[in-house]
Nanobody, 123 residues
Framework: QVQLVESGGGLVQAGGSLRLSCAAS????????MAWYRQAPGKQRELVAT???????NYPGSVEDRFTISRDNAKNMVYLQIDSLKSEDTAVYYC?????????????????WGQGTQVTVSS
């Protein structure tokens, strides 16, 4: 069994910063790419950032440079730093990991999701 648990969300004033964390635990064999997504009310879930196991990051063109993704492979953690928060950043932020379980070594990695953490930005 694998779990992804996000933390660090909350209510923040516009202009502030937040650091979201996601911890992967369980019968993990290997974690490949990790990512953050977000879903605002009434909108589809959108990609915010991805990071490979080697640390290569990628941000969609629509994402501003206020977002920084990082990870700690030894701790099976991924982080998202959000600076200069805006009201439009209000959303549920989800952690995603492509990984193989201990029993699945040698098989293609599967997608796992966390339950999300709410970020609310007040103006």
């Amino acid at each position: 069994q694998v779990q992804l648990v996000e933390s660090g969300g909350g209510l923040v004033q516009a202009g502030g910063s937040l650091r979201l964390s996601c911890a992967a635990s369980g019968s993990i064999g290997y974690i490949a790419d990790m990512a953050w997504y977000r879903q605002a009310p009434g909108k589809q879930r959108e990609l915010v950032a991805t990071i490979t196991r080697g640390g290569t990051t990628n941000y969609p063109g629509s994402v501003e440079d206020r977002f920084t993704i990082s990870r700690d492979n030894a701790k099976n953690m991924v982080y998202l730093q959000i600076d200069s928060l805006k009201s439009e950043d209000t959303a549920v932020y989800y952690c995603n990991a492509k990984l193989t379980t201990i029993l699945g070594i040698g098989r293609p990695p599967l997608n796992y999701w966390g339950q999300g953490t709410q970020v609310t930005v007040s103006s």
